[in-house]
Each structure stands twice: as structure tokens, then as C-alpha cells.
């Protein structure tokens, strides 16, 4: 299990996570959010070891990530475009990642690349952006890693790529690792991610079981009678996400509101099914660019 202890961390002097505490369980996928500049990217950095901590602990399996170097093996970080790679071909990326990851699966990433239509000689450099982030993100899970952490691993891919990247992420989940994805699209994630991990001004503010997410947070569509209940729309577990006219859209994380509602003068309660987008915007502050 990876497991991130109270992470704070500067760069130019400006604090970019203050706080961050959550574990990474084997055989889940973990989606992370959060809005523009709360610290993402930053967090997956220290996770990997790239940067170090200014506070905190990122450990696996009770080892400090940071003081034993061999760890680092079984941390993969895939990031939003294969920058660092695009200098290789395919095949020379391959033959990197294996000496460094020891469980390096070349029969997987063979498959993976032929799967693709990706020729091994052909350079990265050369590739659509769809099919630099088929590769490396095919290229991470190929390492087999404890942990592989995934930086917008769908940002600007068409419609056919996302489809296909999405398969092989879901296809590579095994009973012992772990993937994390900081993702802006959060309908993609309200598909495939097991929990989910709300970072806001640089501190993990939420984590929840997407399951249990649902069974407490209620959607509902109200009808009042005589206009809305100012009072009760007013109470801090009460989200209006639209009005029109006398109908109101809300989220609610009170069973007791939920009862007292029933007391108001309404015409109409209707239960909607709860997407992500609806909570995210609910509990960042508003609506917005969520990446």
C-alpha cells in the first residue's frame, strides 16, 4: 500500500501542497481532481520521488520513498505528454524501461504497440498526441510498477484513442497494484475510478469510495409550491446547482434535510443519479475549468 503523510511542499517560494494525507489501496483506481494550480502535478512529482518533500512521507509498503532509492522501481509516473522520450524510438524506450523496472513485461508492450498499429523503429517524436499517449501510458503499465500514477492521460485525445487508452487501463488493473489518475475529465472517471480524492488549496480535502459518494450525496429536483424555501436552501449541506422558475436542481448530504424537505410545501421530489461533475462543482467552489 502507498500511503502520503501530510506532504507540504514550495516552489519559488510559494506553497503548492500543504497538507496532502491519503493511501493508494492494491487493485483500485484512484481518480485525483482538483481545480487549475491546486497541486496535482506537484503531488504525483513527490510521489515518484522527482521532487522532494518540504514536509511529510510518501511511503510504500512502510518504506520512506525518498530515503531508499530502490523503491522508486515500484513507482511509475506517466505524464501528460512524453516530452523526455521524444529524442527515441519505441524500441529504445523499451529497452530503457527495462533496465530500470525489473518486472518490466516486453511481451505486454509488444502486444500493446502492435495492438496500436505502432511500428517499434518509429520515433516518438513522430507520433500523433493520441498515439505519444497510447504509448507511454501502454509504456508505464508495461513496468508492472506497485503504483502507477497517470497525469491527464486523455487531454487532448480524439475520440477513437480515448476509447482503446481507456481499455488498457482498465485491462491492467491487477489484485497488486495501484493506479492513480489526475484527470479533468470527469466523466471518464465517474466510469472507471473506485474512489476518488478532492485536492483544493493544496490539501486533500475529500476522499471517497465513489459507491459510498452515491449512497449519501442525493441529486434531487424540487417543485415548490409557492416558491422556494428560502431558509432551507440556505443550510450548508444544501448545494442549488440550477433554478428555473420554481424548479431547483440540488445536492443534499443530509438525511435529516432530506426528511424535512418532505414537511416543505412542494409540488414535486425527483431523484436524478449523482455524476462527479455535480459534486466536484459543489465542493471546489464553483463552476470552472477543473484540471
Not at 25 to 41: A, D, E, H
Not at 183 to 209: P, V
Not at 235 to 254: F, M, P
Request: glycine residues 6%; hydrophobic residues 40%; contains cysteine.
Amino acid at each position: 500500500m502507498l500511503r502520503i503523510d501530510s506532504l507540504h511542499k514550495q516552489i519559488d517560494g510559494k506553497a503548492v501542497l500543504s497538507g496532502a494525507s491519503f493511501e493508494l489501496k492494491p487493485g483500485t483506481v484512484t481518480g485525483l481532481i482538483g481545480r487549475n494550480g491546486t497541486g496535482k502535478t506537484t503531488l504525483m512529482r513527490l510521489m515518484v520521488g522527482i521532487y522532494d518533500p518540504d514536509q511529510g512521507q510518501v511511503t510504500l509498503d512502510e518504506i520512506d520513498v525518498h530515503r531508499i532509492s530502490s523503491v522508486k522501481r515500484d513507482i511509475v509516473f506517466v505524464p501528460d505528454a512524453p516530452t523526455a522520450l521524444e529524442g527515441y524510438t519505441l524500441k529504445h524506450c523499451e529497452e530503457l524501461y527495462a533496465r530500470i523496472y525489473p518486472n518490466f513485461d516486453r511481451a505486454y508492450f509488444r502486444e500493446a504497440m502492435e495492438r496500436f498499429r505502432l511500428p517499434l523503429n518509429k520515433s516518438v517524436r513522430s507520433l500523433s498526441k493520441g498515439m505519444k499517449m497510447l504509448f507511454s501510458t501502454a509504456l508505464g503499465l508495461a513496468t508492472r510498477a506497485k503504483v502507477i500514477l497517470l497525469d491527464e492521460p486523455t487531454n487532448g485525445v480524439d475520440a477513437v484513442a480515448k476509447k482503446q487508452l481507456l481499455a488498457l487501463i482498465m485491462e491492467s488493473v491487477t489484485p497488486d497494484s495501484s493506479i492513480l489518475i489526475s484527470s479533468h475529465m470527469l466523466h471518464e472517471l465517474d466510469r472507471i475510478a473506485d474512489s476518488i480524492i478532492l485536492l483544493k488549496d493544496g490539501q486533500t480535502e475529500e476522499q471517497w469510495m465513489l459507491e459510498d459518494l452515491r449512497e449519501k450525496v442525493r441529486k434531487l429536483q424540487i417543485v415548490f409550491a409557492d416558491g422556494a424555501s428560502k431558509e432551507w436552501l440556505k443550510q450548508a449541506d444544501v448545494h442549488v446547482l440550477q433554478q428555473i422558475g420554481r424548479v431547483y436542481t440540488v445536492l443534499l448530504e443530509s438525511e435529516s434535510l432530506y426528511a424535512s424537505l418532505k414537511e416543505q410545501d412542494v409540488l414535486l421530489i425527483d431523484e436524478l443519479a449523482l455524476v462527479l461533475e455535480d459534486w466536484f462543482t459543489w465542493k471546489s467552489g464553483g463552476d470552472g475549468d477543473v484540471a
